[in-house]
C-alpha cells in the first residue's frame, strides 16, 4: 500500500507541506483551482522553484484579499462545507479546525464559540489545511506516519503578542507525539497549522520496513543560512501487514456528546439512541444513573467525529427530552479491523477480524449471521459461533 512519511526535522507547516506534495507530482494546476473549490474568490496561487539550504523545494503563495480580522469555528465549517472536497477530506479538515479552536479555547480560558481565530481563521490557512489533507488523497496515499517533529528555538511575534517557542497552541497540539527542541536561534519551525496536520493525518512512527518511492521538499517563508527551511515528505510502499502493525491501536480524537433524562419512557430513550446510530454515531450507550431527589435516569452518551459533533447535538435534543448536551473531547485507541467470511456446513457468516498489538488476529462472528445459521441448521446459536471462530483461526481468514 503506498504511505507518505513526514519528515519535520527541519520544521513544519501548512504551506510547506502543500510545496512538498507539489515536489512529488501534485498536479499545480489543481492546486491553482484550489480557491475556487473552496468559493473563496479572488484569491490566486502563486507556485515557485526555489532553493532552502541548496536543496531544490516546491513554494506555494496564496494572494489574498482583504479579510475579516478572524473567523469563529463556525464561519470556517460554512466554507468548508459549502467546497467540492470529498466527505473525508471536508471531515477531517474540520477535525483539525475544531482541535486548534478548542485548543486555543483552553489556552485562554474560554469557549470554542468565544474563540476568534486570527492566524487559524484566515484563508490561508483554510487553503493549506484543506488543501493538504486533499492533496494527500490525489495522490494515491492510504497512511501517513511522521519522524519527530523539530520545534525550533526562540520567540515569534503572533496575533496575541510576543510568544517563546514553541507557541502555546502548537505544544498543545503535539503532545503525546514524539518532538525535539532547538536547533539554538532557529526560531519558530513548527508552526500550530502544521502540528494540526501531524495530529490529525499521521499514525505515528513509520511502519519497521518500507520502500521509497520518492521523496519531495516544501520550502517555508524564511530562508536561513546553513539551514535547509523546508519538510520532506517521503512516498512509499510499505507491506499492509506491517503498516497494520504500526497501526495498532492508532490515536484518534473524537467527541462524546452526553445527557442525562429522567422523564421519559424507555421508548423513547431507546428511540433516541436509534436515531443517533442512524445519523452517524460511532457508539451510542445508555447507562442508568440516578438524578436530584432520586429520581432515576439514563445517561446517554454518543461518540463520533469532531466534525458531525454539531449535528449530532441537534439530532439528540431534537429527539429526546434533554433540554442540555455536554461536550468533551476525548482520545480513543481502536484496534485496525477488516471484514472476513466462513462457511459453517454451507452458511456463510461474516466476521470482524481485529489486529492485536502483537500482530496476531482476533475474529469475531457478526450475530445476525449467527443466529440465521442457528436457525437454519437447527444448532444452538454459541456452537455456531465457536464453529465460525476455529474455522476463522484455521482458514487465517
Known sequence: MRIAILDPAHGIAGDMMLGALLALGLDPEWVRALPAALGLDGVTVRISDVNRGEIACKKVDFDIPPQPHGRHLKHIAAIVDASTAPTAVRRAAMDAFTQLTDVEARIHGTTREKVHLHEVGAVDAILDILGSIWGLQQLGVEAVFNTPVTLGDGFVDAAHGRMAVPAPATLRLLEGIAVRPGPEGSGELATPTGAVLVRVLSKGAP?????????????????????????????????????????????????????????????????????????????????????KKGRPGVRVEALCHVGDADRLETV??????????????????????????????????????????????????????????????????????????????????
Open 207 to 291: 511502519p519497521a520496513t518500507y520502500t521509497p518511492l520518492q521523496s519531495g521538499f516544501g520550502a517555508g517563508s524564511k530562508d536561513p543560512p546553513g539551514r535547509a527551511n523546508a519538510l520532506r515528505i517521503v512516498l512509499a510502499e510499505a507491506d499492509p501487514d506491517l503498516v497494520a502493525v504500526a497501526d495498532v491501536a492508532p490515536r484518534e480524537t473524537l467527541a462524546l456528546l452526553a445527557c442525562d433524562i429522567d422523564d421519559s419512557s424507555g421508548e423513547f430513550v431507546a428511540g433516541a439512541a436509534d436515531a443517533l446510530r442512524l445519523a452517524g454515531a460511532l457508539d451510542v450507550t445508555l447507562v442508568q444513573t440516578v438524578m
Open 316 to 397: 439528540l435534543l431534537t429527539e429526546s427530552s434533554s433540554i442540555g448536551v455536554r461536550r468533551t473531547l476525548v482520545s480513543r485507541r481502536a484496534l485496525p479491523r477488516r471484514e472476513a467470511q466462513v462457511s459453517v456446513d454451507g452458511q456463510t457468516i461474516r466476521l470482524k477480524v481485529v489486529t492485536l498489538p502483537d500482530g496476531t488476529t482476533r475474529a469475531k462472528p457478526e450475530w445476525e449471521d449467527v443466529l440465521a445459521a442457528a436457525r437454519t441448521l437447527r444448532r444452538p446459536a454459541p456452537e455456531v459461533a465457536d464453529v465460525a471462530r476455529r474455522a476463522a483461526e484455521t482458514s487465517a481468514v
